[in-house]
């Protein structure tokens, strides 16, 4: 087989999730010559999946150096084909309307988006459609306007789960149906199993971007993928106009390539990374970095478990089906967004848990329902990614919107009593360390002096560079945030193929 590095591409994609699988899908069908470099490789469908390979089990995990809050932690590495879409629940919301206006805060602000709802909804319904969403729009009171239906109808309730919706209902709550990216009708492969969220499927059930988009890519001969190849830096022309190529670090080889366009999609985290380490004379700072806000307004969204306690074991049955919206923007007495309930898979949480807890942590997770809240972490210029002295990548981070938080968490737990769950069980505190579903570091924008990427994600300082993953959203609203990285990578993917054809 010939060299891949050998060759020129017309795109050049390093990263392979959420973000950069689906723009190379996008490409790919279009005829244009992909290259799509990721540092992991595939992770097998095997039945042990459901207990090893996950954010729970350590199988097919490496560990990074990283500096997060201050501490220097080896911090686990989850890369794969397909990015953290190999482990997601599956949860594919659009942003509700509100999300790209302007949001206040009891602490802070949560900006305007650059552009409306109106320009990604095509592409919402273009994603939904390629990840084989299961839902349903009604029952949910912040569902934005649709242009097209789900593509299937949603998940059925499993009858333990189902008595819970009964009893939230019964107080007056909409409950609606989580979207969930599944292959489920007669001949599909998804088995509708307890271990979705946080795992990897054993079947390939699950729409994750392998599945969804680089298997098919690749099955149009246009895509090449490159597994096991880190890149370093990007390389640019004298003038800092232009990069030239991608430096990698491939089978113990210091290796080249090139494109006529470039894309970052390596995450929220290695993407402002990557352009850090690719300082040069034009662009001192680090690469794309003019407004100095590479790396900043890291955010994401606060989230506490819930567990709902019962007598007897809970059966391994796939809970992940109902969402509460009713207070995203409020409630009576707190006029500021709150957040979301999510169902979860049930996750094995005790695993941990240290020393005597454990066994009892075991005990009660057993026995639970599980859900969890979400709230939406405003974008903080101090929250951010940055290199250390010795080129590790450090994260500085503090929760904000607390008081949102906890007020919807002690909402939930009256709800919960009153449904006749007594003895709910939660956290008080959002978490510390990286945020859930994180997002920001790379904001897009009209003006380059505060943002770093333009409406179509192309870096406001370099003319053939791309980042397309979940960096460029400039808040994370309150709800699972891929499927709008997915869209958006659709949407981009349109734009440079036009673009390349106009050529
Ligand atoms: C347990 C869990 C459950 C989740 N559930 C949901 C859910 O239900 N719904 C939802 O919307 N979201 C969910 N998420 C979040 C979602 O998976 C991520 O937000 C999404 O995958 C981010 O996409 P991305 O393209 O930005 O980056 P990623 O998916 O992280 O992909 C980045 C890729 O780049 C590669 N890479 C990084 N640096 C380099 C380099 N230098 N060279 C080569 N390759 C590199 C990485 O290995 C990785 O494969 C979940 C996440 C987790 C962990």
């Known amino acids: 087989m010939a060299d891949p590095l050998t060759q020129r591409y ?76 190999k482990l997601y629940g599956a949860a594919l919301y659009r942003f509700r309307e509100a999300d790209f206006g302007t949001l206040q805060f009891p602490d802070g602000v949560s900006p305007a988006w ?30 934005p306007p649709r242009s097209c239906d ?50 990897a499927c054993p079947t390939h059930g699950k729409l994750d971007t392998e599945v969804a988009c680089i298997r098919p890519a690749l099955a149009t001969g246009n895509l090449t993928l490159l597994t096991g190849a880190r890149c370093q830096r990007l390389l640019t022309s004298g003038d800092g106009r232009r990069v030239t190529g991608m430096e990698l670090d491939y089978r113990g080889q210091t290796r080249s390539v090139e494109a006529d366009i470039h894309v970052a999609a390596c995450g929220v985290v290695h993407s402002p990374a990557l352009l850090l380490r690719s300082a040069s004379a034009a662009h001192p700072d680090g690469l794309a970095n003019s407004s100095g806000l590479v790396g900043r307004y890291l955010c994401g969204h606060n989230a506490s478990f819930f567990f709902l306690p019962g007598l ?47 066994p009892v942590a075991e005990f009660i997770g057993r026995r639970s329902l599980m ?21 590790a990548v450090q994260v500085d981070f503090r929760p904000n919107n607390v008081r949102a938080f906890r007020r919807l968490r002690s909402r ?7 449904a006749g769950y007594p003895a709910v069980l939660s956290s008080r505190h959002p978490g510390i360390g990286i945020p859930w579903h994180p997002v920001g570091t790379l904001r897009f924008g009209t003006d380059p002096a505060t943002s770093v990427l333009d409406t179509w994600c192309r870096a406001h300082d370099v003319d053939n560079l791309y980042v397309v993953d979940s960096c460029f959203l400039p808040s994370a609203g309150a709800v699972n945030t891929s499927l709008t990285v997915m869209a958006q990578a659709l949407r981009v993917g349109d734009r440079i193929h036009r673009q390349l054809e106009a050529r």
């Open 10 to 85: 017309d795109v050049a994609v390093v990263g392979s999730g959420a973000g950069g699988g689906t723009l190379a899908w996008a490409l790919a069908r279009h005829g244009r010559k992909v290259l799509l470099i990721e540092q992991g490789d595939h992770l097998p469908a095997e039945p042990d999946n459901a207990t090893d390979a996950g954010v729970f089990g350590n199988k097919y995990c490496t560990r990074e150096p990283m500096d997060i809050c201050g501490r220097r932690h080896d911090f686990p590495v989850h890369a794969y084909v397909g990015g953290q879409t």
């Open 114 to 143: 650059p552009l409306g709802y109106g320009e990604l909804e095509p592409w919402y319904c273009e994603a939904e459609k390629l990840y084989r969403v299961h839902g349903a729009a009604h029952d949910d009171p912040t569902e």
């Open 150 to 199: 789900f593509p299937f109808p949603a998940v059925e309730h499993e009858p333990v789960v189902a008595r819970l919706v009964q009893r939230l209902r019964r107080q007056g709550l909409h409950v609606s149906a989580i979207p969930k990216a599944i292959d489920l009708h007669s001949t599909g492969n998804c088995r509708l199993c307890t271990t979705c969220d946080a795992y």
């Open 312 to 358: 007897k074991p809970v059966p391994a049955l796939h809970q992940k089906t109902f969402a509460v919206h009713d207070f995203y923007l409020g409630d009576r007495g707190f006029p500021y967004p709150m957040g979301v309930l999510q169902a979860a898979g049930r996750m094995p949480v005790w695993q941990h848990v240290d020393g005597w807890q454990k």
């Open 371 to 391: 859900c969890f809240i979400m709230s939406e972490i405003w974008p903080d210029p101090d929250n951010r990614v940055r290199l250390a002295a010795d080129g």
């Open 412 to 418: 939930f737990m009256s709800i919960f009593r009153r």
